[in-house]
């Protein structure tokens, strides 16, 4: 008898990537359940919140407390899905995440991820040491390599021993699933797909402005689909808001966008209560758009799409963390 894994990935395997693209968004969850919808997060076979909480921008807040409750009033209301990373905020955004995990069992309802940021066997092996103990957890659901925005970064995760590192990490029963990360280049994304290793998850620019310039849409995701491979969206603002602020698109198209997209699960950025209101709003009555919609929506930012002006961060190193640009020997002043 074949085995049904077997079985399923067949059949994913004989789909093309836009049929697979309709299955991620039509497997979108009601949201009466768990107050949020949720999606499968690839091979993983977690069913995660099709909205995420963006530990940078969740640790800025100047009281700690605030912090706190913000992550805790999300989880509370459904959002599930927890991204950080060992640089954030120099180990505070780790630290409140693990206070308000920490608290009334809510550890065991989040799926939690965060990113190892080094290229190196010993330095990954600490970075994630210290984020299981800033998160006051056993365990982290998703580890995934940080900004992997240069071209030599792939030789250098796998070259350099990080790769082993973790791969340690989780047979030791400290990490659940492997991806990776960056904002920067299609291609460096390919490379790493394109490697002896089964990805569990990689997690890109998702964005209405990505269609024309460095896409990852275009070329990344099909990829991630047919290996089965679990899309994170981030960056569905362009980073900065700049395309909302301009008045081009409006938030709720912008996030309508990028929920119509096969990403599992999209990161935003909230600091404060109400933000987190209207996130709250926008995934619970997220309806995906229809053919005639998308159409109309890219045509209306066709003339600024092609030269990356609200996407800065795929051409300019001042997007780049100060971690990973020191890595890579650039000047932190510099573009």
């Not at 499968?40 to 919140?49: A, C, E, K, N």
């Not at 291609?187 to 896409?215: C, K, V, Y």
């Not at 987190?276 to 159409?295: D, N």
């Amino acid at each position: 008898m074949i085995h049904a894994e077997s079985t399923r990935r067949g059949f994913l395997r004989s789909l093309s990537a836009a049929a697979l693209a309709e299955n991620v968004v039509a497997g979108t969850s009601s949201a009466d359940a768990t107050g949020m919808p949720t999606r499968v997060l690839g091979r993983t076979g977690v069913r995660v919140s099709i909205l995420g909480i963006g530990g940078a921008h969740a640790g800025r807040a100047k009281e700690e407390n605030d912090c706190i409750r913000l992550i805790q009033t999300a989880l509370d209301e459904g959002i599930n899905f927890m991204d950080n990373a060992w640089e954030y905020g120099r180990g505070r955004c780790e630290d409140v995440m693990g206070k308000a995990l920490a608290m009334d069992g809510r550890r065991k309802k989040a799926f939690l991820m965060t990113k190892v940021c080094s290229r190196e066997y010993e330095g990954a092996k600490q970075q994630i040491d210290e984020s299981l103990k800033r998160l006051q957890t056993d365990y982290l659901d998703l580890l995934q390599f940080h900004e992997c925005n240069c071209y030599n970064d792939p030789e250098w995760v796998f070259e350099k021993g990080a790769v082993r590192a973790v791969e340690e990490a989780k047979k030791q029963g400290k990490v659940r699933f492997i991806g990776f990360t960056g904002h920067k280049a299609p291609a460096i994304h390919l490379d790493m797909l394109g490697r002896n290793f089964t990805w569990d998850t990689s997690q890109m620019p998702n964005n209405i402005m990505d269609a024309r310039f460095e896409s990852f849409r275009q070329r990344v995701m099909p990829v991630c689909l047919k290996k089965n491979v679990g899309i994170i969206g981030m960056k569905g603002i362009g980073g900065d808001g700049k395309m909302v602020n301009a008045g081009l698109v409006t938030l709720e198209e912008c996030y309508r966008y990028c929920l119509s997209q096969p990403v599992a699960v999209q990161v935003v950025g909230l600091t404060d209560l109400e933000m987190l209101k209207t996130a709250l709003k926008l995934g619970r009555e997220f309806k995906p758009l229809s053919e005639t919609e998308s159409a109309a929506l890219q045509a209306k930012v066709k003339d600024v799409q092609g030269d990356g002006r609200y996407e800065l961060f795929k051409s300019s190193k001042r997007y780049d963390s100060a971690y990973h640009r020191q890595q890579h020997g650039f000047d932190l002043q510099g573009n």
